[in-house]
């Protein structure tokens, strides 16, 4: 059972990783960011290529390949996404989906469609109650939990954090005060990115690499957002454990169920809250 938890944990925190940036820019934008994919991928791919062909060390890897996602973030933002502020959900859905889609094609021409291996990069095992659990996943579950405090204070005491926040409630409101929203915004979108690239980094050494793995992934993330809530940092944080948690216990007793699962809660969540668009 321990093992199921810190598996629960592992994937929960990584969920965390990718949907606060979709909480945040579906609360505030309004967008649908399939291209949310894009980003997590190339992240990993790019890790792989500094760690596994030009063998630098992981660390030193993970934060170039989260700084390199942070252009890509910023020229989909400024380019594709500002274009279509205030638009209907369904035109966002289609240009970054077809972004998601060009960014596969992309990875799978320059990297080609083969799996590439990746080693924990700690390799080290923490014996608990005669059990061994592996350092790296607990490394991953407190990264988590320290940047869900740090984004706390961010948007509780920075000036950008609290515009942020301001305009997750009202963004007219803000904009009528004589704030450029969108400049804000945009900070939100490649905060989103590189939080998307850091879950793909993190997640490499425990997972498959291949060039659709950010589909899935983004699914259960969306779901994630629905759960805790668009714009709520604190139920997104919660619901990203708690649907971790659900996955990795179904998976003990029904391993294909896994991922259905997920959406059945969402499913009942609806039900009772249906969310407002």
Not at 52 to 74: E, M, Q, R, S
Not at 134 to 162: D, E, H, Q, S
Not at 190 to 204: C, E, F, P, R
Not at 243 to 271: C, D, K, N, P
């Amino acid at each position: 059972m321990i093992y199921t938890i810190v598996y629960g944990l592992t994937i929960g925190a990584i969920l965390y990783f990718i949907s606060i940036g979709l909480s945040l820019t579906f609360g505030a934008m309004r967008v649908i960011n399939f291209a949310h994919t894009l980003t997590y991928t190339i992240g990993v791919y790019v890790l792989i290529t500094l760690v596994n062909f030009f063998k630098w060390c992981f660390p030193l890897g993970a934060i170039l390949a989260i700084l390199a996602v942070i252009p890509i973030g910023y020229i989909i933002e400024r380019f594709i996404i500002r274009r279509l502020y205030g638009e209907s959900l369904d035109y966002t859905f289609i240009a970054t989906f077809a972004i998601a889609l060009i960014g596969v094609d992309a990875i799978k021409w320059i990297w080609s469609v083969r799996p590439y291996p990746i080693s924990d990069p700690i390799g080290k095992y923490l014996l608990f109650w005669g059990l061994s659990l592996p350092i790296y996943r607990i490394v991953i579950v407190m990264i988590a939990i320290i940047l869900f405090f740090a984004l706390n204070i961010f948007f509780k005491k920075t000036i950008v954090g609290k515009i942020v926040v301001a305009a997750l409630e009202d963004k007219d409101g803000v904009r009528c005060l004589g704030v450029n929203v969108d400049k804000y915004f945009s900070i939100v979108f490649i905060l989103g990115s590189a939080l998307a690239a850091l879950g793909g980094v993190l997640y490499a050494p425990i997972g498959s690499v291949h060039p659709y793995m950010g589909l899935s992934v983004l699914l259960l993330s969306f779901a994630v957002v629905i759960v805790g809530g668009m714009g709520n940092l604190n139920g997104t944080f919660l619901s990203a454990f708690a649907l971790g948690m659900v996955m990795s216990i179904t998976a003990r007793y029904w391993s294909q169920g896994a991922e259905t699962m997920v959406f059945i809660v969402m499913a009942i969540v609806l039900i009772f809250k249906p969310i407002d668009i």
